[in-house]
């Protein structure tokens, strides 16, 4: 069976291949490495490889693990990418870096007055329904403007860019058009004086259409950790 550095090794060989394939840096595409459901010591066989930035999406379990891994705590940062409800708004804001979920202005001041003065801002991204599916969560692509100004202003936040999960699609081609539809979201809110910087978008099975399209934080689960229990 392959091993967690042996896998982060393949998933940084096929970002540096998209990234070289897009004319981009390597450097523009932060690999966020999506431990949901891992114990804390895949995290650590993970960051003594070299991974830096984790993603969780269900709080409890992240602050279990961030805890457990106290000692890595200067030396990691935790990013929030799952749904997040108001009442753990505190416990967010608290111990998490960076949380891509964000989907109204309510939650946002939540999060901006509730983090701890003697921390940096907390690093925030507005997640988007790009398809408009009916069961997903984020905000629709016509109120993202709105909620972008308001969510700027937060002190206690910086407001970095757009978050998608977009459906699974089959083809190269048919995978890029929401990412592009992400990304030109972004850039109408650039235009509009907003210094954003992060598209966070991309998974295992589409990082490659995703950094072809603008992608600058991959989210990456299955392709390191290997299968999830269902
Ligand atoms: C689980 C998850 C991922 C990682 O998905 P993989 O297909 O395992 O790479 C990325 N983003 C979000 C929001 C997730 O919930």
């Known amino acids: 069976m392959a091993t967690i550095a042996s896998r982060l090794q393949q998933v940084r060989l096929r970002i540096a291949r998209a990234c070289a394939a897009a004319g981009r840096p390597i450097e523009d595409v932060?690999?966020?490495a999506v431990s949901k459901t891992c114990s804390a010591a895949s995290v650590r066989e993970a960051h003594a490889a070299g991974q830096t930035c984790f993603g969780e999406n269900y709080v409890q379990e992240a602050l279990a693990k961030i805890e457990q891994l106290a000692e890595l705590r200067g030396a990691t940062r935790w990013h929030l990418i799952g749904p997040l409800q108001s009442n753990k708004a505190r416990l967010v804001a608290e111990h998490f870096?960076?949380?891509?979920?964000?989907?109204s202005v309510k939650l946002a001041e939540?999060?901006?007055?509730?983090?701890?003065p003697h921390l940096a801002a907390l690093q925030v991204c507005l997640?988007?329904?790009?398809?408009?599916?009916?069961?997903?969560?984020?905000?629709?692509?016509a109120d993202v403007p709105?909620?972008?100004h308001a969510v700027a202003r937060l002190p206690g936040l910086r407001l970095r860019g757009l978050m998608a999960i977009p459906e699974p699609a089959g083809d190269?081609?048919?995978?890029?058009?929401?990412?592009?539809?992400?990304?030109k979201l972004l850039q109408a809110l650039q235009r509009d004086g907003l210094a954003l910087d992060t598209l966070s978008m991309g998974?295992?099975?589409d990082l490659e259409a995703a950094i072809a399209e603008g992608a600058t934080i991959?989210?990456?689960?299955?392709?390191?950790?290997?299968a999830r229990a269902a």
């Open 30 to 32: 932060t690999l966020l």
């Open 97 to 103: 870096d960076w949380v891509h979920s964000v989907a």
């Open 110 to 116: 939540r999060l901006s007055a509730q983090r701890p």
């Open 127 to 141: 997640q988007v329904n790009i398809g408009a599916e009916a069961s997903k969560s984020g905000l629709a692509p």
């Open 146 to 148: 709105a909620v972008a």
């Open 172 to 183: 190269r081609q048919a995978q890029r058009a929401p990412h592009r539809a992400l990304r």
């Open 203 to 205: 998974m295992s099975a």
């Open 218 to 226: 991959v989210r990456v689960g299955t392709a390191i950790f290997g």
